[in-house]
Nanobody, 113 residues
Framework: QVQLVESGGGLVQPGGSLRLSCAAS????????MGWYRRAPGKQREMVAH???????YYADSVKGRFTISRDNAKNTLYLQMNSLEPEDTAVYYC???????WGQGTQVTVSS
């Protein structure tokens, strides 16, 4: 059983930045492909970014060049650095162990002036 706890969400103005963190416990974090997903109001859940155990990364087109996913295997922690935030990035962001259906509780990100 893997537990995931996200933090770092909040309210930010357009053009601002936030860094999300996800602390993982249980399982073998260093070998998992980890991901960030989000669900905006009235929209379907979508993949934001993935990172493999070997640190290969994948991004949704909508966030390429603005978001950076990273991980610290020694700390069992996943990160999402979000820059140049737009109102369309407003959503609940979830940390996920890809392929194993382990999800965190989510953290709210609101981009608004």
């Amino acid at each position: 059983q893997v537990q995931l706890v996200e933090s770092g969400g909040g309210l930010v103005q357009p053009g601002g930045s936030l860094r999300l963190s996800c602390a993982a416990s249980g399982g073998m974090f260093s070998i998992y492909t980890m991901g960030w997903y989000r669900r905006a109001p009235g929209k379907q859940r979508e993949m934001v970014a993935h990172i493999t155990g070997a640190h290969y990364t994948y991004y949704a087109d909508s966030v390429k060049g603005r978001f950076t996913i990273s991980r610290d295997n020694a700390k069992n922690t996943l990160y999402l650095q979000m820059n140049s935030l737009e109102p369309e990035d407003t959503a609940v962001y979830y940390c996920v162990v890809v392929g194993y259906d382990y999800w965190g509780q989510g953290t709210q990100v609101t981009v608004s002036s």
